[in-house]
């Protein structure tokens, strides 16, 4: 399906696409590291889902952080069954690209990752990340407990203040418990990996995190 244009606002769950009833085919392991890309996971494993803008360097971000078990990349927050990308690329399903991080927390806290998540991107830029333009590229941050949602607001409290402190504006990231997360395509996986000269749009804004953001000690 061509479109146009894209949207500047998230579709509401009636206008967006209808999808589809099956699921995208996806390989069983990741490209790096093998591990399972669907679980099982370890019984201790937590599993948060990121929004960095383009998902290829964005995953390698995460899958490079020691005590990171395993990552994939997909669509979450929208309310289209198992898109394609390029109809979570037209705008019209209300999903954003994501980063599925799943760690162990015995050996990487919350607060590294988050404190990586805050850094290594702009969290102000609304639908957008950068040059590349549209709601698939919002910041994003969806979370799989109570604990971790509260972790979450001290930790963008805190990095606001450090924004601010420096002149920079209103961090946009989208907050809220996850979705079902649809995984991206194979090609999508662990792409930078297979194709290292590829695109990776990351930018941070410069600004550190403050030293433990205010996340409870784990």
């Known amino acids: ?5 894209k949207p500047a606002t998230l579709p509401s769950a009636g ?3 209808p999808g589809r009833d099956v699921q995208i085919s996806v390989a069983p392991q990741h490209f790096v590291n ?8 370890p019984a201790q494993a937590e599993t948060i889902y990121l929004g960095l803008g383009c998902f290829w360097g964005a995953e390698r971000l995460f899958w490079q952080l020691p005590g990171v078990i395993v990552t994939a990349v997909g669509y979450q927050g929208g309310s289209t069954p198992n898109p394609s990308y390029e109809e979570v690329c037209s705008g019209h399903t209300g999903h954003t690209e994501a980063v599925k991080v799943v760690f162990d927390p015995a050996r990487i806290s919350l607060e590294t990752v ?3 998540f805050w850094e290594e991107h702009n969290p102000t830029q609304g639908m957008r990340q950068g040059n ?3 709601t698939q590229y919002r910041s994003a941050i ?3 407990s109570p604990e ?3 972790a979450v607001e001290l930790s963008r409290a805190a990095y606001q203040e450090a924004l601010s402190a420096k002149g920079l504006g209103t961090i946009t990231t989208e907050i809220k418990p996850a979705a079902e997360f649809y995984y991206a395509e194979t090609y999508h996986q662990q792409y930078l990996a297979k194709n290292p000269a590829g695109y990776c749009g990351l930018q941070g804004t410069g600004v550190s995190c403050p030293i433990g953001l205010g996340v409870a000690a784990e």
């Open 1 to 5: 399906m061509f479109f146009k244009s």
């Open 114 to 116: 988050l404190r990586t």
């Open 15 to 17: 206008e967006a696409l």
């Open 132 to 134: 590349d333009v549209g």
């Open 148 to 150: 971790q949602a509260a």
């Open 142 to 144: 969806y979370t799989t």
């Open 34 to 41: 093998g591990a399972a890309l669907k679980g099982p996971y």
